[in-house]
């Protein structure tokens, strides 16, 4: 069973960054779409961006200029770079194959908390 373990995630002051990586015991080599997901208090989990293996990359609107996703499949590892975070941002992250576009998922990790707060 594939394992997905998130990590990087912290408190953190509006304006201030995090890099979150997520290391798969599976290739992600062959996988056309990873993706980053968070789930705030209350809420559905949310996709926030994606990589393609051909490096392609889409982002939420909400994330756009201030995260930077990218992959490592050499390592199995996805990487999520944030900057100017903002409050609203705080949320568990996780990582995970697009699961709306491949219509299939690994089973989540139990994700990194990320806490945006003064």
């Known amino acids: 069973q594939v394992q997905l373990v998130e990590s990087g995630g912290g408190l953190v002051q509006p304006g201030g960054s995090l890099r979150l990586s997520c290391a798969a015991s599976?290739?992600?080599?062959?996988?056309?779409?990873m993706g980053w997901y968070r789930q705030a208090p209350g809420k559905q989990r949310q996709l926030v961006a994606t990589i393609t293996n051909g490096g392609t990359t889409n982002y939420e609107d909400s994330v756009k200029g201030r995260f930077t996703i990218s992959r490592d499949n050499a390592k199995n590892t996805l990487l999520l770079q944030m900057n100017s975070l903002i409050p609203e941002d705080t949320a568990v992250y996780y990582c995970?194959?697009?699961?709306?576009?491949?219509?299939?998922?690994?089973?989540w990790g139990q994700g990194t908390q990320v806490t945006v707060s003064s």
């Open positions: 995970n194959v697009e699961r709306e576009r491949l219509g299939w998922a690994w089973p």
């Open positions: 599976a290739s992600i080599h062959s996988i056309y779409s």
